[in-house]
Nanobody
Framework: QVQLAESGGGTVQAGGSLSLSCVGS?????MAWFRQAPGKEREYVAG????????FYTDSVKGRFTISRDKAKNTLTLQMDRLESADTGVYFC???????????????????WGQGTQVTVSS
């Protein structure tokens, strides 16, 4: 069993920065941040594989977001800079205990999820 506790998020103006943190307890695995905007499907943002490969990013956040992982503390942090209105959504931390590399970006490959935290970027 894995429990995930997220923190961070909030409202910021375009061009600003926010940081999200996720602390996990229990089994380890692939760890990632996903986001979901209203009316849209859940989207992979960034993460690491079960073996620690990565980081991996979706193209739209490359150069603006930085993900880091502290294995000893089982913590995943997402530093988001130069935020855009398109980054608005609910951000979820996820752990996949059996996630394979080819499925890293698929929400269905993750079996544990945090409750989500809202990020709103105003233009």
């Amino acid at each position: 069993q894995v429990q995930l506790a997220e923190s961070g998020g909030g409202t910021v103006q375009a061009g600003g920065s926010l940081s999200l943190s996720c602390v996990g307890s229990g089994q380890s695995g692939a760890m990632a941040w996903f986001r979901q905007a209203p009316g849209k499907e859940r989207e992979y943002v960034a993460g690491f594989s079960r073996t620690g490969s990565g980081p991996f990013y979706t193209d739209s956040v490359k150069g603006r977001f930085t993900i880091s992982r502290d294995k000893a503390k089982n913590t995943l942090t997402l530093q988001m800079d130069r935020l855009e209105s398109a980054d608005t959504g609910v951000y979820f931390c996820a752990v996949g205990t059996r996630t394979i590399l080819s499925s890293l970006r698929q929400p269905s490959a993750y079996n544990y999820w945090g409750q989500g935290t809202q990020v709103t970027v105003s233009s």
